[in-house]
């Protein structure tokens, strides 16, 4: 693996960035660093991301090359981290009102909207980060024929639950939000709950599967 890159955000923030393509391995090591800093000292904020990490530290306290070096060591023991996540089905009605792009996907793929949804259904997805709003996933294991470019224009109002399609992701919208995902189903389980405990149905390094409650033509 490509050494990461550490450099400071700031005068109160160091970012650890792993070079291009985003793949599971890169993020264990993100997730496993995440989970080192959250003990150090003086660490205020921990903030996973896409092939980064970045570490928001107290300036007055602590010292960012001590921090830079626990960076790095954390990073390079990392390599044999074990895979800390749990089994989450999702269960999808797909198609019709509650999937409005299934068949724009299926023109854009050349597959049939039937053939979407078994590709969609079976695959094995990880969370590699959390982002954008409240529980929101990001998901890596998108079978490479389903890769569609977001919608030339968003929606102004994308349903909770909707399951949808951005370029070589997928992922579900925890609350009604503007959105440019393709839109191929929707989900009535709550990604996002403030008084459930953690709040975030998902987390980074959960294994997601997705199942078909129903397929509506």
């Not at 985003?22 to 993100?30: G, I, K, S």
């Not at 060591?73 to 800390?84: G, I, R």
């Not at 459930?196 to 959960?206: A, E, F, H, I, V």
């Given at each position: 693996m490509?050494e ?8 109160s ?6 070079p ?6 890169c ?24 092939n ?16 830079a070096a626990?960076?790095?060591s954390?990073w390079?023991?990392?390599?044999s981290?074990?895979?800390t ?23 854009h ?5 039937k ?6 259904s ?19 294991g998108?079978?490479e ?7 030339a224009?968003p ?7 909707s399951?949808g399609?951005?370029g ?5 919208y ?5 959105g ?9 389980l709550?990604l ?6 953690p709040?975030t ?17």
């Amino acid at each position: 693996m490509t050494e990461p890159r550490i450099y400071p955000f700031g005068d109160s923030a160091l970012v650890c960035e792993a070079p291009p393509p985003a793949t599971l391995d890169c993020q264990r090591r993100v997730w496993a660093a995440a989970h080192a800093a959250r003990d150090w000292p003086h660490v205020l904020e921990v903030v996973p991301g896409m092939n980064n990490l970045t570490v928001i530290f107290d300036p007055l306290q602590a010292d960012p090359d001590q921090l830079a070096a626990l960076l790095q060591s954390a990073w390079d023991s990392a390599a044999s981290a074990p895979d800390t996540g749990r089994e989450v089905e999702i269960p999808v009605q797909y198609g019709g009102e509650f999937g409005p792009d299934l068949n724009a996907v299926a023109e854009h793929t050349g597959l049939s909207v039937k053939e979407v949804v078994e590709r969609h259904s079976s695959g094995h997805y990880v969370v590699f980060f959390l982002g954008f709003q409240p529980g929101f996933a990001y998901m890596g294991g998108l079978d490479e024929a389903l890769h569609t470019p977001r919608r030339a224009e968003p929606r102004l109002e994308v349903p909770a639950g909707s399951v949808g399609i951005g370029g070589a992701q997928t992922g579900i919208y925890p609350a009604t939000s503007p959105g440019g995902w393709q839109l191929i189903g929707r989900t009535a389980l709550k990604l996002f709950d403030p008084s459930r405990n953690p709040p975030t149905l998902l987390q980074p390094g959960d294994r997601v599967r997705f199942t078909i409650a129903r397929l509506h033509a």
